[in-house]
Nanobody, 127 residues
Framework: QVQLVESGGGSVQAGGSLRLSCAAS????????MGWFRQAPGKEREFVGA????????DYADSVKGRFTISRDNAKNTVYLQMNSLKPEDTAVYYC????????????????????WGQGTQVSVSS
């Protein structure tokens, strides 16, 4: 089992940047595929980005491609989401998620594929 704690959220102006971190407990972090999702008020949770357990593969939602970068440091049990060129429509609560995969290069892009979730961190982007 793994516990996830997000940090790094805040308020920024459009065009600004933030880096979210997600710290995971446990000694098997390197066996977990990780993902970032977000949920805006009145909307369903949506996929943002994912990274494989090995870190070799990543996937992104079309809405954030070229602006957001997901990465991981298995030595620190941490996954990151670097968010650049932020837009007001990026405003949401951001959640990280984790689950094991059969193959270490697999990315998981569907929320239902994840068993473990953090509590979320708020990102607010003003115009």
């Amino acid at each position: 089992q793994v516990q996830l704690v997000e940090s790094g959220g805040g308020s920024v102006q459009a065009g600004g940047s933030l880096r979210l971190s997600c710290a995971a407990s446990g000694r098997t972090f390197s066996s977990y595929a990780m993902g970032w999702f977000r949920q805006a008020p009145g909307k369903e949770r949506e996929f943002v980005g994912a990274i494989s357990a090995s870190g070799s593969n990543t996937d992104y939602a079309d809405s954030v491609k070229g602006r957001f970068t997901i990465s991981r440091d298995n030595a620190k049990n941490t996954v990151y989401l670097q968010m650049n060129s932020l837009k007001p429509e990026d405003t949401a609560v951001y959640y990280c998620a984790a689950d094991t995969t059969l193959f270490i290069r697999t990315t998981l892009i569907v929320a239902a594929q994840y068993h473990y979730w953090g509590q979320g961190t708020q990102v607010s982007v003003s115009s």
